[in-house]
C-alpha cells in the first residue's frame, strides 16, 4: 500500500510535468511612440518566447515619443526602474552613451560563434548604431524622409500622379494649385514638429551639415541652411501652407484634404489604413535641394542593453539580435514602413524578398537607401533643448512672425550657447 509521502511525491512529479516551466530569466523592455511599434512589438516579442521559452520578454509602459523616451531613460539611469533593454531614437545614442547608460556590446559581439555579416549585420548597418566608434546598440528601425501625395488632387489641379514633382519648386508650383481648387484642400503638411529631422532632410539634401567638422562652431545657418529654411518659408508664402499641428496634418491628408505630406516612411503602414480607400495613395522620393550631393538623416531608433546582470545580459543580447535580426526586420518594415536594416532580410525570399515587388508605395524608402547618413547628435547634455530650438525657430517660419534669416540667426544663436564649451 502506498503511504502518503509516495502519494505527495508522484503528484507533485505529475505536476510539474502538467505545468508550463517558468521562464529562468525575465526581460523588462521599454520602447517609444507605441504607435508605430506596439503591434511590432508584441509580435516580435511572443516569437521570441517561442524559441525561447527560458526568456519571458515582459514591457514597461512606452514612451509616447522618441524625446520623452530618453529624458524617462535618463531618469531612471541606474535606479531599480531601469529597465533591462530599450530602443533609443538614433539621434539620442550619443547622449546616452555621454552617461555611461548603454552597455558595450563589443565583447558580447567577439563571444559570438557567428560573424555579425553572416547574421545580416553590415558593417554600414552596425556603423548606425556606434558613437564614437563604441557599438551601443543595433540598428531597429531605419527611415528616411519620402513623399506622400494624393494623386486624385495632383491630377485635379492639373498635375500627372505619374510623373510627381522632383524638384521643391515644383512642389511648391503643384501645391498653389491643389491650393486653389478650394472647398478645403490644403496643399502641403511638412512635418516640422517635435525634432529637428524634417529640418535636417532639408539641410543635408542642400550639402550642409549642423555643426563645423570639429564641433566647435555652429554650421547649419550657412547658404544650405538658408537654402533649407526658404524652403519652408515658400511652403508658406507660395503654396499656402497651414500652420498644422502634427494630428492635424496627419488627419487632413488622411481625409483627402491635402495634396502633399512629407514625413517618415515609418508612417506609411498607419497611412495606408487610415487613407483606405479614400484616394488614391501614392509616394516618392522626397526632394534635394542639391542632387548631387544632398544626402537624407537616417531616422528610427536602436536597441540598447541597459542591464549589467550577467544572466540577463546574456538574455538581452539574444533578444536584441532578434528583433533587430531578420525575423524583426520582416515585421517592422510590413507593419510600419522602415526600411530593412539587416542585409538578410532585405534579400532572402523567406523574409522581405518579394515584398517590394508585391507593395510599390514601401519602394521610395528602399531607393532612397543609399543617400542615408547618421541623423545628426549634438553634443553634450542639452540635446532635447538645441533640437526643440530649431523647431521653435521653424515655427516663427511657419507662422511667418519671422523671415528665413532672422530665424536662423536666432536659432543658431541660441544653439551655440547650448554647445558644451571647449
Given at each position: 500500500?502506498?503511504?502518503?509521502?509516495?502519494?505527495?511525491?508522484?503528484?507533485?512529479?505529475?505536476?510539474?510535468?502538467?505545468?508550463?516551466?517558468?521562464?529562468?530569466?525575465?526581460?523588462?523592455?521599454?520602447?517609444?511612440?507605441?504607435?508605430?511599434?506596439?503591434?511590432?512589438?508584441?509580435t516580435i516579442s511572443k516569437k521570441f518566447m517561442e524559441e525561447n521559452p527560458?526568456?519571458?520578454?515582459?514591457?514597461?509602459?512606452?514612451?509616447?515619443?522618441?524625446?520623452?523616451?530618453?529624458q524617462t531613460i535618463m531618469r531612471q539611469a541606474g535606479t531599480a526602474e531601469?529597465?533591462?533593454?530599450?530602443?533609443?531614437?538614433?539621434?539620442?545614442?550619443?547622449?546616452?552613451?555621454?552617461?555611461?547608460?548603454?552597455?558595450?556590446?563589443?565583447?558580447?559581439?567577439?563571444?559570438?560563434?557567428?560573424?555579425?555579416?553572416?547574421?545580416?549585420?553590415?558593417?554600414?548597418?552596425?556603423?548606425?548604431?556606434?558613437?564614437?566608434?563604441?557599438?551601443?546598440?543595433?540598428?531597429?528601425?531605419?527611415?528616411?524622409?519620402?513623399?506622400?501625395?494624393?494623386?486624385?488632387?495632383?491630377?485635379?489641379?492639373?498635375?500627372?500622379?505619374?510623373?510627381?514633382?522632383?524638384?521643391?519648386?515644383?512642389?511648391?508650383?503643384?501645391?498653389?494649385?491643389?491650393?486653389?481648387?478650394?472647398?478645403?484642400?490644403?496643399?502641403?503638411?511638412?512635418?516640422?514638429?517635435?525634432?529637428?529631422?524634417?529640418?535636417?532632410?532639408?539641410?543635408?539634401?542642400?550639402?550642409?551639415?549642423?555643426?563645423?567638422?570639429?564641433?566647435?562652431?555652429?554650421?547649419?545657418?550657412?547658404?544650405?541652411?538658408?537654402?533649407?529654411?526658404?524652403?519652408?518659408?515658400?511652403?508658406?508664402?507660395?503654396?499656402?501652407?497651414?500652420?498644422?499641428?502634427?494630428?492635424?496634418?496627419?488627419?487632413?491628408?488622411?481625409?483627402?484634404?491635402?495634396?502633399?505630406?512629407?514625413?517618415?516612411?515609418?508612417?506609411?503602414?498607419?497611412?495606408?489604413?487610415?487613407?483606405?480607400?479614400?484616394?488614391?495613395?501614392?509616394?516618392?522620393?522626397?526632394?534635394?535641394?542639391?542632387?548631387?550631393?544632398?544626402?537624407?538623416?537616417?531616422?528610427?531608433?536602436?536597441?540598447?542593453?541597459?542591464?549589467?546582470?550577467?544572466?540577463?545580459?546574456?538574455?538581452?543580447?539574444?533578444?536584441?539580435?532578434?528583433?533587430?535580426?531578420?525575423?524583426?526586420?520582416?515585421?517592422?518594415?510590413?507593419?510600419?514602413?522602415?526600411?530593412?536594416?539587416?542585409?538578410?532580410?532585405?534579400?532572402?525570399?523567406a523574409y522581405l524578398g518579394d515584398f517590394y515587388k508585391q507593395n510599390p508605395?514601401?519602394?521610395?524608402?528602399?531607393?532612397?537607401?543609399?543617400?542615408?547618413?547618421?541623423?545628426?547628435?549634438?553634443?553634450?547634455?542639452?540635446?532635447?533643448?538645441?533640437?526643440?530650438?530649431?523647431?521653435?525657430?521653424?515655427?516663427?517660419?511657419?507662422?511667418?512672425?519671422?523671415?528665413?534669416?532672422?530665424?536662423?540667426?536666432?536659432?543658431?544663436?541660441?544653439?551655440?550657447?547650448?554647445?558644451?564649451?571647449?
Open positions: 500500500m502506498l503511504n502518503l509521502k509516495t502519494l505527495l511525491s508522484a503528484a507533485a512529479v505529475t505536476l510539474a510535468i502538467a505545468l508550463p516551466a517558468r521562464a529562468d530569466t525575465v526581460l523588462t523592455v521599454h520602447y517609444p511612440m507605441p504607435g508605430f511599434f506596439k503591434d511590432v512589438m508584441d527560458d526568456i519571458k520578454v515582459q514591457f514597461a509602459n512606452p514612451s509616447p515619443t522618441y524625446e520623452e523616451g530618453i531601469m529597465p533591462d533593454v530599450t530602443f533609443i531614437a538614433l539621434n539620442r545614442l550619443r547622449m546616452a552613451e555621454e552617461r555611461s547608460i548603454p552597455v558595450d556590446l563589443a565583447p558580447m559581439i567577439a563571444k559570438d560563434k557567428q560573424s555579425m555579416a553572416d547574421q545580416g549585420f553590415s558593417d554600414t548597418i552596425l556603423k548606425l548604431a556606434q558613437v564614437n566608434g563604441k557599438q551601443v546598440g543595433l540598428a531597429f528601425a531605419t527611415s528616411n524622409p519620402i513623399m506622400y501625395y494624393n494623386a486624385d488632387l495632383v491630377k485635379a489641379a492639373g498635375g500627372n500622379p505619374d510623373s510627381p514633382p522632383k524638384t521643391w519648386d515644383e512642389v511648391i508650383a503643384l501645391g498653389a494649385k491643389i491650393k486653389a481648387l478650394g472647398n478645403g484642400v490644403d496643399s502641403i503638411d511638412f512635418r516640422w514638429q517635435g525634432d529637428d529631422w524634417m529640418f535636417s532632410a532639408l539641410l543635408f539634401g542642400a550639402g550642409g551639415r549642423m555643426l563645423s567638422e570639429d564641433e566647435s562652431k555652429v554650421a547649419f545657418n550657412g547658404p544650405e541652411g538658408l537654402k533649407a529654411m526658404t524652403v519652408i518659408d515658400h511652403m508658406v508664402k507660395e503654396a499656402g501652407m497651414p500652420v498644422f499641428t502634427k494630428a492635424a496634418g496627419e488627419q487632413a491628408f488622411v481625409a483627402g484634404k491635402v495634396g502633399f505630406a512629407f514625413q517618415t516612411t515609418g508612417a506609411l503602414r498607419n497611412t495606408i489604413k487610415n487613407v483606405g480607400g479614400k484616394f488614391d495613395l501614392r509616394t516618392a522620393q522626397i526632394p534635394l535641394l542639391d542632387p548631387v550631393n544632398g544626402k537624407l538623416p537616417t531616422g528610427g531608433n536602436a536597441v540598447v542593453i541597459l542591464t549589467h546582470d550577467g544572466e540577463k545580459q546574456a538574455a538581452a543580447w539574444k533578444f536584441a539580435k532578434f528583433a533587430a535580426g531578420p525575423y524583426g526586420a520582416s515585421v517592422v518594415v510590413p507593419g510600419t514602413g522602415y526600411v530593412p536594416n539587416n542585409e538578410l532580410a532585405a534579400t532572402s525570399p508605395l514601401f519602394q521610395a524608402g528602399l531607393s532612397q537607401m543609399p543617400r542615408m547618413i547618421p541623423w545628426y547628435a549634438f553634443p553634450g547634455s542639452n540635446g532635447v533643448r538645441v533640437t526643440q530650438t530649431i523647431v521653435d525657430n521653424i515655427s516663427r517660419v511657419v507662422d511667418q512672425s519671422a523671415g528665413p534669416q532672422e530665424a536662423l540667426d536666432d536659432a543658431a544663436k541660441e544653439v551655440k550657447r547650448l554647445l558644451p564649451r571647449s
